[in-house]
Every structure is written in structure tokens, then in C-alpha cells.
């Protein structure tokens, strides 16, 4: 149990167009889920993190604009990057914390990778 | 605020050798503590965790023990198997807010045969 899935796994866009990614979490319900970005050999970089039905938080530094972020159920949140550019090239990760388990426990989509060019 | 320090990588050990990735947190208050892996061209996994002090998390045989007074999470496996090849990251959750995960850099794992 505890399944996360992220659609799509792999995209490649021109720069200036705008790219949708959902994350799902497929055999539980999400009380919580986080967008995270992950550079080339480096960690995980929290970017927000969404509850059901309300505005996202966002960390410091990330603009709201252009991470655009859904979480239209309690399965389901999407991450919509806005007139996507080279740099926003990256592995963006989503993940969950179910709402009838532990809360401190985290289960992760395969990730996202983004290559805008 | 809360932050984590891992060892650098990459560690590099033949199989059968004993593993040990140190990682210390600050963090105010009692968060929990995790060990997530990444292998190759996958996503983050659980590996284990442990929410207070003291505990001890273990799975796939690896271990680590909560200790407060040293505020550190070290991950520890008694003999290492190519298939452990992977990167470790230790990261923790706040016990109250939003509890997202702040992560430390990661460790790459190389096991040879």
C-alpha cells in the first residue's frame, strides 16, 4: 500500500509553454501532499506543500506564479509550471502523507523530469 | 530552523563490508527522524524511521537509533551487498506544523564486488 504515482514521467517542452504534472496517490487518501525539486546530484528542495481544498504554501524563494499547484482531492495534485524556461529544467518529485496513518511519514512519486529547451 | 548534515559521498565498500552513514540534525522540539534511498533512475524510498528518542528503525537489514543527546540518526548495515549501491538521504519532519521533510544532501553508496 501507500502508492504515489506521478504522469508524466519524462517531458521535454519549448521554452515559453507551460507543463501540467499530477501526482496521485493511488490506494489512500492524502491529507497532505509536497512538491519538492531535485537538482542533479543534490537533495531534495522543498517548494510547497498543498492541502485539500486550500491555497498551497510556499516555500521561500519559489514563485507562486509560475508554480502553479491544484490539490483538487484528496488523491490528486497537480504542479503546473508557467512559461517554463532552461532553468526550470530539473526532476520535480511530488509526495503524500495518508490521512489514516502516521502524518510524519512521506511516501513519494517516482518524480518528474522536466527539460525545457 | 531545522537542517540536517550527511557525510559526503561517494562511499565506496566491497560487499560484505559494514556500512556506516553518519547524520546529525537540529531541529527545535522532538521531530522524527527517516532514512529515505534512491536507487538508480528511481524514486525516493522509505527505508526506515524512528519518532522519539531512543528508537531504533531498521528494514532490509540496516538500523539506525534515534539518540537525542548526540542528535544524530546514524545508518548502520553489518554487511553490504551490491544492491545496496544507491544514494541515502536522512531527513527529518517536524512534529507539529506542516511536517514536511527537510532532507540532508544525500550519500552515494557504491558496493563492488
Known amino acids: 500500500g501507500a502508492v504515489v504515482s506521478q504522469h508524466p514521467s519524462r517531458v521535454i517542452c519549448k521554452s515559453g509553454t507551460s507543463v501540467k504534472i499530477e501526482c496521485r496517490s493511488l490506494d489512500f487518501q492524502a491529507t497532505t501532499m509536497f512538491w519538492y525539486r531535485q537538482f542533479p546530484k543534490q537533495s531534495l528542495m522543498l517548494m510547497a506543500t498543498s492541502n485539500e481544498g486550500s491555497k498551497a504554501t510556499y516555500e521561500q524563494g519559489v514563485e507562486k506564479d509560475k508554480f502553479l499547484i491544484n490539490h483538487a482531492s484528496l488523491t490528486l495534485s497537480t504542479l503546473t509550471v508557467t512559461s517554463a524556461h532552461p532553468e526550470d529544467s530539473s526532476f520535480y518529485i511530488c509526495?503524500?502523507?495518508?490521512?489514516?496513518?502516521?502524518?510524519?511519514?512521506?511516501?513519494f512519486g517516482p518524480g518528474t523530469r522536466l527539460t525545457v529547451l | 530552523g531545522n537542517s540536517v548534515t550527511q557525510m559526503e559521498g561517494p562511499v565506496t565498500l566491497s560487499e560484505e563490508a559494514f556500512l556506516t552513514i553518519n547524520c546529525t540534525y537540529t531541529a527545535t522540539g522532538y521531530p522524527s527522524l527517516f532514512w529515505y534511498v534512491q536507487y538508480p533512475g528511481e524514486g525516493l524510498q522509505l527505508l526506515l524511521k524512528a519518532t522519539k528518542a531512543d528508537d531504533k528503525g531498521s528494514n532490509k537489514g540496516f538500523e539506525a537509533t534515534y539518540r537525542k543527546e548526540t542528535t544524530s540518526f546514524h545508518l548502520e548495515k553489518g554487511s553490504v551487498q551490491v544492491s545496496d549501491s544507491a544514494v541515502y538521504f536522512c531527513a527529518l519532519s517536524a512534529n507539529t506544523g506542516r511536517r514536511a521533510l527537510t532532507f540532508g544532501s544525500g550519500t552515494r553508496l557504491q558496493v563492488q564486488p
Open positions: 509526495s503524500a502523507s495518508a490521512r489514516d496513518r502516521s502524518t510524519d511519514t512521506q511516501y
